[in-house]
């Protein structure tokens, strides 16, 4: 069993930066490929960014191109999220999530294809 833990949320002006973390543990972290969801108030939950396994394909939601960066570091089971430029727009709790498949391509970009979840970081930003 995967257990994931969000870090890294909270108050920050439009214009400004934060970077999430999300640690996971065991042994097969490098062969789940990662990804980054978000839910405001009265929305649903909606793709941000993942990553594969290895590391060498990103994947990223529209509205976050170019602001926002997902990475990894399999050895220390961690996968970040630098968010850049945010917008109140980007209010929202973010999760991150495991998928076992771990190859990434258009699954990513769906929900249901991840096996385990955390417990989600709240990010406002304020205008």
């Known amino acids: 069993q995967v257990q994931l833990v969000e870090s890294g949320g909270g108050l920050v002006q439009a214009g400004g930066s934060l970077r999430l973390s999300c640690a996971a543990s065991?042994?097969?972290?490098?062969?789940?490929?990662m990804g980054w969801f978000r839910q405001a108030p009265g929305k649903e939950r909606e793709f941000v960014a993942a990553?594969?396994?290895?590391?060498?394909?990103?994947y990223y939601a529209d509205s976050v191109k170019g602001r926002f960066t997902i990475s990894r570091d399999n050895a220390k089971n961690t996968v970040d999220l630098q968010m850049n430029r945010l917008k109140p727009e980007d209010t929202a709790v973010y999760y991150c999530?495991?998928?076992?498949?771990?190859?990434?391509?258009?699954?990513?970009?769906?929900?249901?294809?991840?096996?385990?979840w955390g417990q989600g970081t709240q990010v406002t930003v304020s205008s």
């Open positions: 990553v594969n396994w290895s590391g060498g394909m990103t």
């Open positions: 999530a495991a998928d076992s498949r771990g190859t990434g391509g258009v699954r990513v970009y769906s929900y249901g294809s991840y096996d385990y």
């Open positions: 065991g042994r097969t972290f490098n062969t789940y490929a």
